[in-house]
């Protein structure tokens, strides 16, 4: 560990507490923190593009599933669902600190376990807004109707969490779950959103990881981002720490091998070096190409339109933007059409066979910390950060001290609201159909202990 990669203990508490009050400059607020922790660079996004790359608005703790690397608190199944009000709030909170345009991940626990009513009215609520919501989902409950629900409330994006911590039933490699990530696939195809997939690495999917990128290359007509989750020992999950065969770059060099094509990655950079690595490439007729491979322009591009508000939403919209940048630009439109024609020719053969059709897809790593690992400069670079009842907070910092802001009660205008069902003392007692990650896993070994001495008693 370097200097700068402080523990949490010792480290300045501050660092680990969420931003109270908005700051007046969002983009230079981001842009001081990449400066103070090392992070700025001509490649840097945050600061200059975006004032945070993703905000987690967690609306139930509840789920339905049980993942072996779950991120929730020991209590997260006695947890109530906290006012719809209370989510409306957190939503203004996250307007007013990092602006319209945002990606907002409505996440949870499950969030269609939420009421359906009150979801489709947070999508909206977060549309209305001027942000961008996502849904994050196991997609158990995201039937194709609720996503056309959601998506006329204003849904932009569907993130489905599909891989082998969920221990789904029949499911014991990664190519088991194939089928239900087409099927997931086939919900969303022709809706106006972004499909995503994540994907939890672990030791023991780790050499699935270049079978999963071709999967996504092969389905990058619908897909268009695949996120690969590091390990981390945080929340209830019961795997614990990581070996060092995961780690960013491994996963890439997995990820390239998958996609068949020599990808560079982190030409440009989402805040902290050593939280994620990203490739995007241009798929055609199945086959890949970097879209990156000319990073210097890339980089250029990128900084010289960093004030450019591109609308993903509608292809149509993004191209007259950038038009309309290229005339205020003539020498980036010059260096853009020979980046352009380089890219065309490269792909020419499949341009012709696959009649023209180029689908874009986003490779991406994310590492997240271990809760007691948890490094002070990138917390303070963080780009995916969570909103608590007190403002927003880095996701790695809120994972691992959960508990100490979901059991708060709140204050509403019905007056104070309790977020445990029952007392805290009663949740380890539950029964164990109710238990989750770790307390299960205790309660099933106790159990079998209990079994284990009555019957040595037995024996005369
Ligand atoms: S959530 Fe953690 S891993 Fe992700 S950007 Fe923030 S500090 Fe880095």
Not at 161 to 183: F, I, K, S, W, Y
Not at 295 to 306: D, G, H, K, N, P
Request: proline share 4%; charged share 20%.
């Amino acid at each position: 560990m370097n200097q700068a990669q402080q523990a949490i203990q010792g480290a300045d508490p501050a660092a680990f507490l969420p931003f109270t009050s908005p700051s007046t400059n969002t983009l230079n607020h981001m842009r001081e923190r990449m400066q103070h922790t090392g992070q700025w660079s001509p490649k840097q996004m945050a600061g200059r593009r975006w004032t945070v790359a993703c905000v987690s608005l967690e609306i139930t703790q509840r789920c339905n599933l049980d993942c072996t690397l779950c991120y929730l608190s020991e209590s997260a199944e006695a947890v109530r669902d906290f006012p719809l009000e209370e989510v409306f709030r957190r939503i203004d909170l996250i307007a007013e600190h990092y602006g319209p345009g945002t990606d907002v991940q409505v996440s949870g626990g499950e969030p269609t376990l939420r009421k359906r009513a009150e979801l489709v009215a947070i999508v909206a609520r977060l549309a209305t807004k001027g942000l961008r919501p996502a849904l994050l989902t196991n997609g158990i409950k995201a039937s194709r109707e609720l996503l056309i629900e959601l998506t006329q409330a204003g849904l932009m994006d569907v993130a489905f969490h599909v891989d082998t911590t969920q221990q789904r039933a029949g499911c014991a490699c990664e190519a088991d779950l194939n089928p239900l990530r087409l099927d997931y696939i086939n919900r969303a195809r022709g809706l106006p959103i972004s499909v995503f997939f994540n994907t939890t690495v672990h030791a023991r999917n780790f050499d699935d990881v270049a079978m999963l990128s071709a999967f996504f290359v092969a389905h990058a007509d619908v897909v268009r981002f695949a996120s690969f989750q590091l390990q981390a020992e945080t929340g209830r999950g019961v795997l614990g720490q990581r070996t060092e065969l995961i780690a960013n770059d491994s996963v890439a060099q997995r990820l390239k091998q998958g996609a068949r094509t020599d990808l560079k990655f982190n030409v440009l950079q989402t805040g902290h070096h050593d939280c994620n690595r990203s490739a995007v490439m241009l798929v055609v007729n199945g086959q890949a190409f970097d879209a990156f491979e000319d990073a210097a322009f890339v980089q250029r591009f990128m900084r010289e339109t960093a004030n450019l508000q591109i609308d993903r939403g509608t292809p149509w919209r993004a191209v007259r933007s950038l038009l309309a940048a290229g005339l205020a630009n003539p020498s980036l439109t010059v260096a853009a059409l020979r980046w352009g024609a380089g890219l065309l020719w490269r792909m020419k053969g499949p341009l012709v066979r696959g009649r023209g059709r180029v689908h874009k897809l986003t490779l991406f790593t994310h590492n997240f910390m271990d809760a007691c690992h948890l490094q002070t400069d990138r917390v303070q670079a963080c780009v995916f950060m969570a909103i608590t009842q007190n403002g927003p907070l880095s996701m790695c910092a809120y994972n691992a001290k959960r508990d100490q802001y979901l059991l708060k009660p709140l204050t509403t205008s019905k007056g104070e609201w309790q977020p445990l069902a029952v007392d805290s003392t009663v949740v380890a007692r539950f029964p164990i159909k109710w238990l989750k990650g770790r307390s299960r896993e205790a309660a099933l070994h106790a159990r079998q202990t209990h079994l284990d001495s009555n019957q040595t008693a037995a024996v005369p």
